[in-house]
């Protein structure tokens, strides 16, 4: 079946360093992957979006990455700030128009 | 700015009793869609419309039921509700023919008692 997993525990990091979150997927040929940001108590907001042919995108201080073969991307914050803090869910959509959502990574942010 | 509004951020209810959640996007999008939110459980699809009455079930349509009269609105109704119908749920809204890139409201937490 198909399946989209996320770490389920926090990611911790420090002031400054750069979180660096995964989306790992199986059964799946997504068209494009796309990550959001939720804040608690809040619908999800659209970061980023990254199509099946593109290794890389950037915005600002964020990157994603998608690779095919690995069925995996990765979603990179440089210069993390505690305003970072969030939890980032990815969705995966095989051309249905409709995305499937993973259950989302919690970051944390210190001072 | 694109905006997706619901008619309430916090909702208490009785069990048993109808209860209407409401959701108006002002963007002109012809897809809108329902999720109810559960920690652990994530983002799960209740029903999603494609256009003006029309409406597709989605993983858990059971026990719900949604309305589309407007392009711009999109409803749904728990005809009874029950005590496992306490949630965050959440309304989203996209553009035909593009991405599926979702533009969601901020969510209504309904406590049925």
């Known amino acids: 079946s198909q399946k989209i997993e996320q770490n389920s525990e926090a990611l911790n990091i420090q002031e400054g360093k750069t979180a660096t979150l995964t989306c790992n997927y199986t059964?799946?040929?997504?068209?494009?992957l796309q990550w959001y940001r939720q804040d608690p108590g809040r619908g999800p907001v659209f970061l980023l979006l990254?199509?099946?042919?593109?290794k890389e995108k950037r915005k600002e201080r964020l990157k994603v990455t998608f690779d095919t073969t690995l069925k995996q991307s990765l979603f990179h914050i440089t210069a993390s700030q505690p305003a970072d803090s969030a939890t980032y869910l990815c969705?995966?959509?095989?051309?249905?128009?409709?995305?499937?959502f993973g259950r989302g990574t919690s970051l944390i942010v210190h001072p | 700015d694109v905006k997706v509004t619901q008619s309430s951020r916090y909702l208490v209810k009785r069990t048993g009793e109808k209860v209407f959640l409401e959701c108006v996007q002002d963007m002109d999008h012809e897809n809108m869609f329902w999720y109810r939110q559960d920690p652990g459980l994530g983002l799960r699809l209740i029903y999603f419309s494609y256009d003006v009455k029309m409406k597709e079930k989605g993983d858990i349509p059971e026990g719900y039921s949604v309305s589309r009269e407007k392009k711009e609105r999109f409803s749904l109704i728990l005809e009874s509700a029950s005590t496992n119908q306490t949630s965050m749920y959440l309304c989203?809204?996209?553009?035909?023919?593009?991405?599926?890139?979702?533009?969601f409201g901020p969510g209504t937490r309904l406590t049925v008692l």
């Open positions: 969705a995966l959509d095989a051309g249905s128009y409709i995305p499937t």
């Open positions: 990254i199509r099946e042919n593109e």
């Open positions: 989203a809204s996209s553009q035909q023919g593009t991405t599926d890139t979702q533009y």
């Open positions: 059964n799946y040929s997504p068209a494009y």
